[in-house]
């Protein structure tokens, strides 16, 4: 059996739902399914997303960020598009209600970010009443990724079934960032992680998690067309590979990019 977790809600929405949202929810609906046959996490992320074609790969260029994030910035403290959000929600979560290859409902990637800070409050907590209301049978959550957001973080500490949260920090802080969210004594599951040029790495995360029996998904399989073998903000005129990459196992014909990282993955995965 196949488990999922869909970051959806941040990314995904009223831009493309306005005069059509059953042809945009339906569309949803069938991505999803493609994504639990395969095992895939549905994401998106622009800050002002307008209607325009898909960004081609750039030599040199990480390109994650280049994706459209819908509602994007002011629509997603625009409390007009929230009844269009809240049918959304609840349309996927009640389509995939009980459906045993989603693990859970990760509802909104990284609330503040882009310099809304507490600007994005309102619609975090409107995203856990629509999905409490729903009330499915899969957990809930929000993850946790920037400290200094008190009042966010607080909220989705508390309203969060599983404690979900992102590091791309070395050893000594993501150790300290466990022990903090253990003290709420909920299930924790690190959905983004390794970053080997911040000194996030498998060799250094993946012990520290397994010893806290924290479930992990770290950014980035194959070198793609989002060229996230590149670091953020740190551009390659050339084009050519980086010495270290950033995310990412496999070259695109498969073959890893350190065999001693898969090998690890490995062994410390069939370890029990």
Same mark, same amino acid.
């Given at each position: 059996?196949?488990?999922?977790?869909?970051? =959806?809600?941040?990314?995904?929405?009223?831009?493309?739902?306005?005069?059509?949202?059953?042809?945009?929810?339906?569309?949803?609906?069938?991505?999803?399914?493609?994504?639990?046959?395969?095992?895939?996490?549905? %994401? *998106?992320?622009?800050?002002?997303?307008?209607?325009?074609?898909?960004?081609?790969? %750039?030599?040199?260029?990480?390109?994650?960020?280049?994706?459209?994030?819908?509602?994007?910035? +002011?629509?997603?403290?625009?409390?007009?598009?929230? +009844?269009?959000?809240?049918?959304?929600?609840?349309?996927?979560?009640?389509?995939?209600?009980?459906?045993?290859?989603?693990?859970?409902?990760?509802?909104?990637?990284?609330?503040?970010?882009?310099?809304?800070?507490?600007?994005?409050?309102?619609?975090?907590?409107?995203? =856990?009443? #629509?999905?409490?209301?729903?009330?499915?049978? %899969?957990?809930?959550?929000?993850?946790?990724?920037?400290?200094?957001?008190?009042?966010? *973080?607080?909220?989705?500490?508390?309203?969060?079934?599983?404690?979900?949260? &992102?590091?791309?920090?070395?050893?000594?802080? &993501?150790?300290?960032?466990?022990?903090?969210?253990?003290? &709420?004594?909920?299930?924790?599951?690190?959905?983004?992680?390794?970053?080997?040029?911040?000194?996030?790495?498998?060799?250094?995360?993946?012990?520290?998690?397994?010893?806290?029996?924290?479930?992990?998904?770290? #950014?980035?399989?194959?070198?793609?067309?989002?060229?996230?073998?590149?670091?953020?903000?740190?551009?390659?005129?050339?084009?050519?590979?980086?010495?270290?990459? =950033? &995310?990412?196992? =496999?070259?695109?014909?498969?073959? +890893?990019?350190?065999?001693?990282?898969?090998?690890?993955?490995?062994?410390?995965?069939?370890?029990?």
């Amino acid at each position: 059996m196949n488990s999922i977790i869909l970051v =959806f809600l941040a990314f995904l929405g009223p831009l493309f739902m306005r005069g059509a949202p059953n042809f945009f929810s339906d569309s949803v609906i069938s991505l999803v399914r493609c994504c639990l046959a395969v095992g895939r996490t549905v %994401q *998106n992320q622009d800050l002002s997303p307008t209607r325009s074609a898909a960004l081609r790969p %750039q030599g040199g260029l990480q390109l994650n960020s280049g994706w459209m994030q819908d509602p994007g910035n +002011p629509a997603s403290k625009d409390t007009a598009n929230f +009844p269009q959000l809240e049918t959304y929600l609840k349309d996927i979560l009640e389509t995939f209600d009980g459906d045993e290859r989603v693990l859970l409902w990760d509802l909104y990637n990284e609330p503040g970010n882009s310099g809304k800070g507490n600007e994005s409050m309102a619609l975090l907590k409107n995203v =856990f009443t #629509w999905a409490k209301e729903v009330n499915p049978a %899969q957990p809930v959550s929000v993850g946790l990724w920037n400290w200094d957001l008190i009042d966010l *973080n607080i909220y989705q500490a508390l309203h969060s079934d599983v404690l979900t949260y &992102h590091c791309y920090e070395g050893p000594d802080q &993501h150790t300290r960032i466990i022990e903090l969210l253990k003290t &709420h004594g909920l299930p924790m599951i690190c959905t983004e992680y390794m970053a080997r040029t911040n000194n996030s790495t498998f060799k250094n995360s993946m012990p520290i998690l397994k010893e806290f029996r924290v479930g992990a998904i770290n #950014w980035g399989l194959v070198s793609g067309k989002t060229n996230t073998i590149y670091a953020w903000n740190t551009p390659i005129g050339s084009g050519e590979e980086p010495e270290v990459w =950033f &995310h990412d196992i =496999f070259r695109k014909d498969g073959t +890893p990019y350190r065999q001693d990282e898969v090998d690890l993955i490995q062994k410390l995965n069939a370890q029990k």
